[in-house]
């Protein structure tokens, strides 16, 4: 275990933990520092510790969860910073609601989110049973208004509530290729106001892929019914979703078959949904905690080069496992089926942050072979590390409960381990790249709580132009004009070529790094293809196909400047949210997440 002095906090980190983190007292005012943050939360968590009889120590864990957090190695999702010790103690961060074919599921639905979205959680929903609009309602000799139209009731209740009056609400919807409304749902938010607080994803299956590559047509089953009520050409529906997505960012593809594939416990059914990110597939009731490994804290440097310490990584892992499988017991949840379920598979989600720092430091270009190769590497020594984690923890506290209906042998303690999440805010917190995803901008504004912007340069960008001599004041005022470097010919080759941003990298090159974390990732890894403007549409539905051969299990794409009312300021200048790490843009003078739709930052 390392010791030490703690880094500082930076004055952003410090600013997001004030306005959202620390505890107020009636009056709105602080009293809690972010030291007394840490210490309140590995305490609550380590105190699992006491009710079992497996020699750990409550203190000693609880001494090691602090340092840990304290030396921004490892960071719990936001709930869990939020809420562990306090009277809320909800400390997972995202669910899977079932919403079933009947007005009372419905609304019951509705109200389920509403408290989960007051407790800080995100929301994931399958709308793929409800009856296509226009389709007969027996009780009452009307219509059907369809999936579509119920989706806005859940859209209007997210808006009436702010996450416990710190984070907004945040939904993923999700409709099967085949349901009849489809066409409707892809094109759901093309006024870019309808669903604004929802990301929408369209499910498709191995066979509707294989049947777009063909052009043929396929099924749509009515879901009340299941009878045949016309056919579409697969072709021709995945263009209309490459088009949409290449206009408004929306919809993006779930691979339901690659879901299904790695369902833990397939004996309790199929997987339909995820949460708002994609990161988590979820069942109905399931819900997930996470947390990630800051791989920027844990670079060593010896004779002027920087390398990973994997002893300290396989620690960490460690330490992470322990922590999230309490966290499943401290919390507490809002809904009795929610506990049932959650306990019963017991479902954590282990990741990383600082990914591109981690590389910029090995002086390995994002998107390049070796960048790929050293993915996989880093994937598969957290899987195993986590692996050996879980089975001991089983060994000592028992399998998870509903381990004779999964693909696991005993011992096991969790359903799944590994997850790669957005870490907006906790990447902020820790002042690092967030999980997976390249830089937006070498130079760049970050957008503090309550309206103040900093703006920063890379720190490891800053330390090499020092070092090799091309550091000076009119270069900088050049590199806050635009989001990459690579038409700065002061900066020496070898610098630009290591020093890429999100505007650099090819869009398969970024698929091929999701998919080289997803060969060992057991849920799912959150990233978006940032894409170029002159970008087509078709090539929105290259990147899919490859992202399907590859076996993702589910894309997001984000074309440069698709927003209506994006402002010429570089897009990497305006940052990323700090919720989920999504691109911020400008619409009609307020700052927008793009991903999960926060807004006034």
């Known amino acids: 275990m390392r010791t030490g002095k703690p880094p500082a906090l930076s004055e952003n980190a410090l600013r997001v933990l004030e306005k959202r983190y620390l505890r107020k007292n009636d009056r709105g005012l602080i009293v809690e520092t972010p030291d007394g943050m840490f210490r309140r939360v590995a305490r609550n968590v380590a105190s699992i510790d006491r009710h079992h009889r497996d020699g750990r120590d409550a203190e000693k864990e609880s001494d090691e969860f602090y340092r840990v957090m304290r030396n921004l190695e490892f960071l719990p999702n936001s709930p869990a910073l939020m809420n562990a010790g306090t009277d809320i103690q909800q400390l997972a961060a995202c669910f899977v609601i079932p919403v079933e074919d009947s007005i009372e599921s419905i609304y019951d639905a509705v109200k389920y989110a509403a408290i989960i979205h007051q407790s800080g959680g995100g929301t994931g929903f399958s709308f793929s049973r409800l009856r296509p609009d226009g389709d007969i309602v027996k009780s009452t000799g009307g219509v059907a208004s369809g999936p579509i139209s119920f989706m806005k009731v859940f859209d209007a209740a997210t808006e009436a509530i702010k996450q416990g009056g710190r984070r907004r609400g945040a939904n993923m919807g999700v409709l099967r290729a085949n349901h009849p409304d489809i066409l409707r749902f892809i094109r759901a938010k093309e006024d870019l106001a309808s669903l604004s607080n929802f990301n929408i994803s369209v499910s498709v299956t191995d066979e509707f892929m294989a049947r777009a590559r063909k052009g043929e047509e396929y099924d749509l089953i009515n879901p009340r019914n299941g009878l045949v009520t016309g056919t579409l050409n697969a072709s021709e529906v995945l263009d209309e979703i490459s088009k949409y997505a290449w206009t408004t960012g929306d919809p993006g593809l779930i691979f339901h078959d690659a879901i299904n594939r790695a369902n833990p416990t397939p004996g309790l059914g199929e997987i339909e949904a995820t949460n708002p990110c994609g990161e988590v597939p979820l069942l109905p009731f399931e819900a997930c905690n996470l947390g990630s490994v800051n791989l920027d804290r844990i670079m060593e440097k010896a004779a002027g080069d920087y390398d990973l310490d994997w002893n300290r990584l396989g620690e960490l892992v460690d330490a992470g496992v322990r922590f999230l499988d309490n966290v499943i017991d401290a919390s507490v949840y809002p809904l009795p089926q929610i506990t049932e379920v959650v306990r019963g598979n017991r479902k954590i989600g282990l990741g990383i942050m600082g990914f591109a720092d981690a590389l910029l ?241």
Do not use: W
């Open 361 to 601: 430091k090995l002086r390995i270009p994002y998107g390049s072979k070796e960048s790929i190769e050293f993915a996989r590497r880093l994937a598969r020594f957290v899987r195993e590390r986590a692996e050996e984690t879980t089975k001991r923890i089983g060994e000592e506290r028992g399998d998870f409960p509903n381990i004779d209906k999964s693909v696991h042998r005993s011992p096991r303690r969790n359903a799944t381990v590994l997850s790669i999440a957005p870490t907006g805010t906790i990447s902020m917190i820790a002042d690092c790249s967030s999980g997976i995803e390249p830089l937006y901008a070498i130079s760049y504004m970050k957008h503090v709580l309550g309206g103040e912007h900093l703006r920063e340069i890379h720190p490891e960008f800053v330390r090499v132009a020092k070092e090799r001599g091309f550091y000076n004041a009119d270069l900088i005022g050049k590199l806050f004009a635009r989001p990459s470097i690579q038409e700065e010919l002061a900066i020496p080759e070898d610098v630009r070529d290591v020093f890429l941003t999100a505007h650099d990298i090819p869009s398969e090159e970024q698929v091929r790094i999701q998919a080289a974390f997803q060969e060992s990732v057991d849920n799912a890894v959150s990233k978006t293809i940032n894409m170029p403007a002159a970008t087509s549409a078709a090539d929105v539905r290259d990147v899919y196909n490859i992202a399907f051969d590859l076996g993702c299990k589910g894309i997001t794409v984000y074309r440069e400047g698709s927003k209506p009312g994006q402002v010429l300021t570089p897009v990497a200048e305006l940052g990323t949210c700090p919720d989920c790490g999504g691109r911020l843009r400008i619409e009609e003078g307020a700052l927008i997440c793009s991903v999960c739709g926060l807004s006034n930052l």
